[in-house]
């Protein structure tokens, strides 16, 4: 797959085939994608927490509050990302810039993650809905929780659906170096 195609196939998915193991080898070219993320200063400030087996159940729940993301619990891997520090360059250049970098890194990483997973014939989705507090205390993390990626395949008959993106011509605009004009 090229990276169009990879794009075009990842979609986020709320439907998955519990009783289908993610194996090994896909698992850890997933994670390895992962480490190759772009991050500020090459500071990668976030943890990964791989969640199987007897783990699933309760990270499951801290995600599915007031009824949100009930598929949770039929993934056969969830992966819980966490914030850690900054490299000291990174946190410099936060501080100046009054950027949150740890919080792009965190994007970047999640893109990877999807897409490998999507190359692998895996799916996912991206969650936000999460209780930090729960996640802290079931994973022993230091850091903040920000998102949980859920990992396996999709339950077999689940549509590649049509995707509803703005047009091109509303996300991007040229800029003529040359005459410094607009559009």
């Not at 999709?154 to 047009?167: N, W």
């Amino acid at each position: 797959m090229n990276f169009f195609e990879i794009a075009n196939a990842r979609q986020s998915c709320r439907a998955y085939d519990k009783n289908r193991a993610v194996e090994e080898e896909k698992l850890a070219a997933v994670l390895k994608s992962a480490r190759l993320a772009p991050s500020a200063c090459n500071g990668q400030p976030y943890h990964i927490t791989v969640c199987r087996g007897a783990a699933l159940a309760p990270v499951a729940k801290a995600v599915q509050g007031m009824g949100m993301n009930k598929f949770a619990s039929d993934a056969p891997v969830l992966l819980v990302i966490s914030e850690e520090p900054y490299v000291a360059s990174a946190a410099l250049g936060a501080k100046v810039k009054k950027n949150d970098y740890r919080s792009m890194d965190i994007g970047i990483l999640a893109a990877y993650i999807t897409a490998e997973a999507t190359a692998q014939g895996l799916s996912t989705c991206i969650l936000g809905w999460l209780s930090d507090k729960d996640l802290k205390s079931i994973c022993g993390l230091g850091g903040t929780a920000r998102l949980v990626i859920t990992l396996g395949y999709a339950k077999e008959g689940d549509p590649l659906r049509e995707k509803k993106r703005r047009a091109l011509s509303e996300l991007v605009t040229y800029i003529n170096e040359e005459k410094g004009e607009g559009k």
